[in-house]
């Protein structure tokens, strides 16, 4: 992201209190912090071997 896109808005002190990002640059960051939360979610669950899993993509025609 390139800083110079960049805007904040401060208070009267100069205290930064938002910010303006370009669109692109917010939909990359929620699409990040979702993915975000994915992995931590598939931290809980149980490891499988490599070769149960390619197996499994198979069963399911997408391998």
Request: hydrophobic share 35%; charged share 50%; net charge negative.
């Amino acid at each position: 992201m390139k800083t110079k896109e960049i805007e904040y808005i401060t208070q009267k002190d100069g205290r930064k209190v938002a910010v303006i990002v370009p669109i692109k640059e917010y939909e990359k960051l929620i699409e990040d912090i979702y993915d975000l939360g994915k992995i931590a979610e598939r931290k809980r669950e149980k490891e499988i071997e490599f070769e149960k899993f390619v197996e499994r993509l198979k069963e399911d025609g997408l391998l």
